[in-house]
């Protein structure tokens, strides 16, 4: 279960409130449910929606089929279509297409603009109207006004459309909870052309909403990652995650703070790291502890990673990448990868070095979980058994970083209702960040591409946290609160993560893109990440309690 690769060459501030600015989608998303205490317009007929091949709204295409529904299944099936959110179709300028129909009033905004300017006008907390008049094109304008009397136009409103689509979904999800699949189905069939009204983060919000209630009402459920092209897909979304907004570098950041001042005059270091991915948190540790007065460690770690399906030996490739960086900074490096389906198949034995330590100085040791603990709450007992595992090698600090949100709850419509607010605020901070990168033309260009698979990278988890159940069900977050408890429990005490780390991280964040809207906040010794008014990521440090 291990391998072991070994290179002997080395011999973040309060940024002030901002619970009105147009951006704060969460805000938005809250005027809207507050709006239905109310009772809400009429529903819009079931629209008929032709089976296509499914796309992610916003431009990017799904890898690996995990957004595409069964291609058997069509619209004559009463089937929930997910294709491209279509741009309102603007009025007929010839009457004498449909002389019996009324003149429509349909509610939209911003279809086809860009992400940026959609979002300005639409995301306002409800409170602007946004209005267009599309015509028809010249030619038929001339032929309409020869033949027949003024031009209906389409008065566009984003507020009462983003009132009736929340309503929908939110609706739909109460018929689910309560098993009343007749009334989700006729729901669901709705979304799209309701979300078609919206613009910028919404939009995609409620696509990939609409589309969780869809497999949820089908029973369509995503496929499990573990084809090759899925788990590298998967490893790309979250690369794209990282390079896209500060929230990865921010987990990284502050933990890798926290291990540097645990390790303080050490001279033998070991970090266990519960999901090493590509490695991308530790070459600032290395580099850090080679700065040091007296000189760096030697430092050993520990990564944990899955089997990959073909049987490639990635935590090998990122083992050698790390060792030739530590060899450069003359760090005395070493590198164990622990290939684990799970992290419940750990023993204490396999994180503990080989043979006898017969050095007059003990290891000390570090734990490091970045969104991996939460996963374990899918599989009962399985927290508590990595806990142990971790009590027993007896580390100097643990370092947990976890979203700040509870899509853990036993009600499927406490749940919905949590994740939409939450996803609401990390797309709004994505269309934030986004719009700060336009300065330049090739970096916008991979800042959109960045955006766009982040934004597939969140979607798989509201999927997952929507439409499946049981150990499917794996993106089970929960509060700082929570986690605080259940560490407790486990025999761990918070270590106060202190102001260094709160005034390097809001620099950091001061440096970001469309980083005006990110607050960094202490809570309780540990450090929050949010956008405005809203955390987002959790990050906490733990020792064994006494005694």
């Known amino acids: 279960m291990k391998r072991e690769y070994q290179d002997a060459g080395g011999s973040g501030g309060d940024m002030g409130s901002s619970k009105d600015n147009p951006s704060d989608l969460s805000s938005w998303v809250e005027n809207m449910l507050s709006e239905l205490n109310a009772p809400p317009p009429p529903l819009p007929p079931a629209p008929r929606l032709a089976s296509t091949s499914s796309t992610v709204t916003g431009g990017a295409t799904a890898g690996g089929g995990y957004f595409d529904l069964p291609p058997a299944v069509d619209s004559s099936s009463s089937t929930y279509a997910l294709k491209p959110i279509p741009s309102p179709v603007a009025a007929s300028a010839d009457p004498s297409t449909d002389s019996t129909r009324e003149p429509k009033r349909m509610r939209t905004g911003g279809g086809s603009t860009s992400s940026s300017s959609s979002s300005s006008s639409s995301l306002d907390g409800g409170r602007t109207r946004s209005s267009a ?18 031009v209906p136009v389409v008065v566009v409103d984003t507020q009462e459309a983003g009132i009736r689509l929340v309503h929908a979904l939110l609706a739909c999800a109460e018929a689910v909870q309560q098993e009343n699949f007749t009334a989700a189905e006729a729901l669901v069939k709705q979304i799209p052309m309701l979300a078609s009204s919206q613009g910028g983060a919404m939009r995609k919000v409620a696509a990939y909403f609409g589309e969780a209630l869809a497999r949820r009402v089908y029973r369509f459920r995503p496929a499990p990652d573990s084809s090759l092209l899925d788990a590298a897909f998967a490893d790309l979304l979250h690369a794209h995650f990282y390079e896209s907004c500060p929230y990865l570098k921010f987990a990284h950041f502050t933990a890798n703070q926290a291990i540097l001042e645990a390790f303080a005059g050490c001279r033998r270091v070991h970090v266990v790291d519960f999901g090493i991915k590509q490695g991308m948190q530790w070459p600032a540790l290395l580099q850090a502890l080679a700065l040091r007065p007296g000189g760096p460690p030697s430092f050993r770690l520990t990564g944990v990673g899955p089997p990959q399906p073909d049987e490639t030996d990635a935590l090998q490739q990122v083992g050698w990448k790390l060792a030739q960086f530590a060899h450069t900074i003359r760090v005395d490096f070493q590198y164990r990868g622990l290939v684990a389906a799970t992290l419940a198949d750990l023993e204490p034995f396999m994180l503990q070095p080989d043979g006898e330590d017969t050095d007059d100085e003990p290891e000390v040791i570090a734990v490091n979980s970045v ?6 709450l899918a599989q009962p007992g399985a927290l508590e ?13 643990v370092t947990v970083v976890e979203q700040e949100a509870n899509h853990n709850s036993g009600s499927f419509l406490d749940r919905f209702t949590e994740s939409l607010h939450y996803y609401s605020t990390m797309f709004d901070s994505l269309e934030g960040a986004g719009a700060g990168q336009s300065a330049d033309a090739a970096p916008a260009a991979a800042g959109g591409t960045d955006q766009v698979m982040s934004e597939v990278y969140l979607g798989r988890q509201i999927c997952n946290v929507v439409a499946c159940e049981g150990a499917e069900r794996t993106e089970r977050h929960e509060t700082l609160g929570q986690w605080r408890n259940r560490l407790g429990r486990a025999g761990f005490e918070p270590v106060h993560l202190g102001s260094n780390a709160y005034k390097q991280a809001s620099t950091l964040l001061a440096l970001f893109a469309g980083g005006d809207g990110y ?17 987002l990521i959790a990050t906490s440090a733990w020792r064994l309690a006494a005694p």
């Open 519 to 535: 607050r960094v906040e202490e809570k309780d010794g540990c450090l929050t990440l949010g956008w405005h008014t809203r955390p």
């Open 371 to 376: 969104f991996e603990l939460h996963r374990l």
């Open 133 to 150: 008049v599309e015509a028809a094109p010249p030619a038929t304008q001339a032929s309409a006004a020869a033949n027949a009397p003024a």
């Open 385 to 397: 058994k990595v806990l142990g595992t971790v009590r027993a090698v007896r580390p100097r600090i």
